[in-house]
């Protein structure tokens, strides 16, 4: 226990994603014991961020506020005819840092997931069939979803929508380099079964 101020600086931090208490209580003493200006530069860096960043009328990626398109979605050298579909805005940071996604993005805002209450109208899955309906330009849907039971539903939800629209793809789930046999779970070892590729 400690000052209230205290107090409530732990349990703002203890809010992030992530963020246990002890953490939380760490974060919170390193912004007191810092000098004014950091805790400051923290303080405004998060209420610029708030206030400066929005979403993209198209992708719904981060973008500057006042921006009506991301950086992807005005670059004229993305492949527009293919669009990676991803959960989140930060799913997209990690592919682009990746630099191995040529086409854009579409950003759902979550995954299917019945029991959190979430279902296909609180996604932008009708925004996505739009983007792919619009002109028949859209040659490739490739589905980017977290390796989970929600991106699992989530992803063969958008395949059953789309596939009559055009072709649909998804990352390739298997191995990762360095496992050993004995230590993967059934279900990796399952999809690396099932794309097995020619030696």
Do not use: W
């Not at 980017?144 to 958008?158: L, Q």
């Amino acid at each position: 226990m400690g000052p209230s101020a205290l107090e409530d600086l732990i349990t703002a931090f203890g809010r992030l994603p992530g963020i246990g208490r002890k953490t939380a209580q760490r974060l919170a003493l390193y912004v007191i014991k810092a000098p004014r200006q950091e805790a400051d530069a923290l303080a405004s860096a998060i209420v610029a961020a708030k206030d400066g960043i929005a979403y993209c009328a198209k992708c719904f990626n981060f973008t500057d506020r006042g921006q009506e398109l991301c950086e992807v979605c005005r670059n004229p050298r993305r492949d527009g005819q293919v669009i990676c579909v991803v959960e989140e805005a930060s799913d997209v940071i990690a592919l682009e840092r990746s630099q191995l996604v040529s086409g854009t993005y579409h950003v759902l805002g979550g995954a299917l997931s019945p029991l959190d209450g979430v279902g296909p109208d609180d996604l932008r899955i009708d925004e996505l069939m739009r983007r792919v309906g619009d002109g028949g330009e859209v040659k490739e849907v490739i589905l980017a979803h977290n390796a989970s039971a929600e991106g699992e539903a989530t992803a063969e939800y958008i395949y059953q929508k789309m596939s009559a629209l055009t072709k649909v793809t998804r990352l390739a789930r298997g191995l990762p380099v360095g496992s050993d046999l004995d230590l993967i779970d059934r279900v990796t070892l399952a999809h690396a079964l099932e794309g097995r590729q020619n030696f």
